[in-house]
């Protein structure tokens, strides 16, 4: 890719430069914004997006990497602050845009070199400009440890030096003009007294790069004076003002680039694989004759909702889309069909999609996936909603089945606090986690609820499907779990989840993903043993694996969380079983700390079934008896309501219209108003002996 480099000619810009060369990229052109000049500030700006302290030297910094550089000037200032970014033509980002947009009609780049490490003000505000100029951003740098990378780029030989100092324990008199590897041991000592970030990412101190494996000459500051911004007893603001400087030849260029390899990949050890207990094993079917008649389920008369939650929340399913090519339909024209659906759906109850959350898209086929998101693209805004994608046995004429999660305050519900909805939507590439390059985001968070989308193994740094097999795929898609989890509320780590689906694309694989995650539970538990002392074990979420016929990208494995923000250990659970006509019924439920939400998981399972006939009748009507009776255990604090009812079913075992049609009939019986939207979704197998999985979410 052609790209061109953000720099402000500190270490950050350079290094993922350097990451960039790495990744195959090639640096055609640079580009910087500096203070105008009428402004009477021309050594700093006050500015939430650009460094501009050094920015006198920049020229000289062009001609060390031997490239065109592009400059303009910061005529803006901040003035749309907010978390989601929009044109507004006063803002210092517009002139960034104009910029970038010279440097692309001149140069014909196709991204965008960021150095971003943590702020998510700057990185928001560079992706709404590659998004409008359709260029991709590359922040190889987001969310790494700084620790980590700041000997990353030490001993990748970048040679820069503190050029502004801005926090306690930073001296002008002793830290101005120190090199980073002088500077190392000071910073880490200050990030454990007092939380300074170790690369600067709280503004504590700036960096200007004098050498790099890129240049092909070094800069050599002659002379340079400090000037005192601010003379503060415990953190003065200083920095460096070059006078002089020069460029010097290195002597013998070689180009050789020292870049740490690539943390995306993992490898698996056989130590890491634990032997599946026998209920995991996936069974050979037994036949069996159901007293129902075998008919084809309407999907398009399955359309409903649950009612709205005390807090807003209200759960919309079965909007599907019909569709058939051999009487030269067009998937187009259907996706845009069962949209307006859904929006007439929403409108009756007051709601748009962008109030949408969480969407589960059930698809047909994955071949129709490009056109069904063609139309999908163009129903969301910049916050699009998380969302969850697989392939599964749909009936014929169907393209695809929607269901989403919809918030909303009621303005007349002033006597509860209106829970704030952030969202995080980075479409950068990185080696953090996949970037978001479709239209959904990682994760949308509302209250003390993330709501993340689901996630396959690609690898980062390359947005492809990781090599090495389904426990490489398994363990790395878990991983990218964490990190969304992790970068959404700092504590958060994978015991929060209160609700987990993994779809698998074969019976084999329950197994693994099983052993997988309770891998990944006994690390966390590692982690909070080490960081506290007690008999308590946390509440981890109920877990659902079911096989389905393909995934995106031809993954054999996908995660998808819900978490919390709560103490696992004060979590409440409850658990009962029960026989019934040759069927065993298993409920568990978890219920928050904060009892602002919780997940009920209700499987049936096979256990001794008769040569010729069972009626459906008598279990389903225990399941659902089972099911209220877990909605009535949770705890007087807990207002929470069932929203969505998903019944993973086996596909060969059931008729759907019979299973739909008795669980909406059982449910109004025992719920009445509560009754959430029932979601049916037909599936290749499911663990053991298991024929039905329900998996329940309460808000």
């Keep these: 890719m052609r ?4 720099i402000s000619g500190g270490k950050d810009s350079c290094y993922n430069m350097m990451q960039c060369v790495a990744a195959g990229h090639q640096i055609v052109a640079l580009a910087n914004l500096r203070p105008a000049e009428n402004t009477g500030q021309t050594d700093e700006l006050d500015s939430y997006m650009y460094q501009t302290v050094g920015h006198h030297a920049i020229d000289l910094y062009a001609d060390a990497l031997d490239l065109p550089l592009y400059r303009g000037f910061i005529k803006g200032t901040s003035v749309n602050t907010g978390r989601v970014y929009t044109t507004c033509q006063e803002d210092e980002v517009e002139d960034l845009y104009q910029l970038l947009k010279l440097v692309k009609d001149k140069e014909g780049v196709e991204g965008v070199s960021v150095g971003a490490i943590l702020s998510d003000y700057q990185r928001v505000r560079v992706e709404d400009i590659c998004r409008r100029l359709n260029l991709q951003p590359l922040a190889y740098l987001w969310r790494q440890n700084q620790k980590i990378l700041l000997k990353e780029m030490i001993s990748s030989n970048i040679q820069a030096i503190i050029i502004k100092v801005a926090a306690l324990g930073l001296d002008p008199e002793k830290h101005l003009g120190k090199s980073l590897d002088q500077m190392e041991p000071y910073l880490l000592e200050l990030s454990e007294k007092y939380g300074v970030h170790i690369c600067g990412e709280g503004g504590e101190y700036e960096t200007f790069t004098l050498d790099c494996p890129l240049f092909k000459k070094k ?3 002659d002379s340079a004076k400090v000037v005192v911004h601010s003379a503060d007893a415990f953190a003065p603001v200083a920095y460096l003002r070059f006078l002089k400087l020069h460029l010097e030849n290195k002597g013998e260029y070689s180009g050789t680039l020292m870049v740490n390899s690539c943390s995306c990949e993992v490898s698996c050890n056989d130590d890491d694989i634990f032997p599946s207990s026998e209920e995991d094993e996936p069974q050979k079917n037994i036949p069996v004759i ?21 807090s807003g929340y209200q759960w919309f399913s079965g909007i599907t889309a019909r569709f058939f090519p051999s009487k030269g339909e067009n998937a187009q024209e259907a996706a845009r069909e069962a949209f307006s659906s859904l929006q007439a759906n929403m409108t009756s109850e007051g709601l748009k999609l962008k109030d949408i959350i969480l969407v589960h898209l059930y698809m047909k086929s994955m071949k129709d996936f490009n056109a069904i998101n063609s139309v999908y693209v163009t129903e969301f805004d910049l916050c699009p909603p998380a969302r969850v994608c697989v392939e599964t046995l749909l009936p014929d004429g169907v393209l695809f089945c929607i269901d989403c999660l919809a918030h909303k305050c009621d303005v007349a519900m002033d006597n509860l606090l209106c829970d704030e909805k952030l969202v995080m939507h980075v479409q950068s590439i990185s080696h953090w986690a996949p970037a978001s390059i479709g239209p959904y985001s990682q994760s949308i968070k509302v209250g003390d609820v993330l709501y993340c989308a689901g996630q396959i193994a690609l690898v980062p740094c390359t947005m492809q499907l990781v090599s090495g097999g389904v426990w490489t795929e398994a363990t790395v898609s878990l991983r990218h779990v964490e990190r969304i989890l992790q970068a959404m509320s700092q504590k958060t780590a994978l015991h929060h989840v209160i609700a987990a689906s993994c779809y698998v694309t074969d019976s084999k694989y329950i197994p693994i993903a099983h052993s997988v995650w309770q891998k990944k539970l006994r690390e966390c538990k590692k982690v909070e043993d080490s960081e506290t002392y007690h008999d308590v074990t946390a509440v981890c979420g109920l877990l659902a694996v079911v096989v389905i016929s393909h ?11 819900v978490a919390v923000v709560d103490d696992p250990l004060q979590r409440k659970h409850f658990a009962m079983k029960m026989l019934s006509e040759g069927f065993q019924i298993e409920c568990e439920s978890v219920e928050s700390s904060s009892a602002s939400c919780a997940s009920i998981s209700v499987r049936l399972s096979l256990i001794s079934p008769s040569a010729s006939q069972l009626d459906l009748d008598g279990p389903l009507h225990d399941l659902v008896a089972m099911f209220r009776q877990a909605v009535e255990k949770l705890s007087e604090d ?16 059931f008729d759907a219209e019979t299973l739909q049609t008795g669980l909406q009939e059982y449910l109004e019986k025992y719920l009445g108003k509560m009754t959430p939207a029932v979601i049916i979704v037909p599936v290749v197998d499911l663990p053991g002996k298991e024929v039905i999985h329900i998996t329940c979410w309460l808000n």
Excluded: N, Y
């Design 290 to 310: 159901w007293k129902s008649l075998k008919q084809t389920l309407d999907f398009t008369k399955m359309s409903g909702s649950s009612g709205r939650s005390l």
């Design 551 to 561: 995934l995106p990208r031809d993954a054999a494995i996908e995660w998808h969380v």
């Design 219 to 221: 800069i050599v500051v």
């Design 638 to 653: 807990c207002s929470a309501s069932p929203l969505s009812f998903r019944a993973f079913f086996k596909e060969d075992i």
């Design 3 to 6: 790209v061109v480099a953000l």
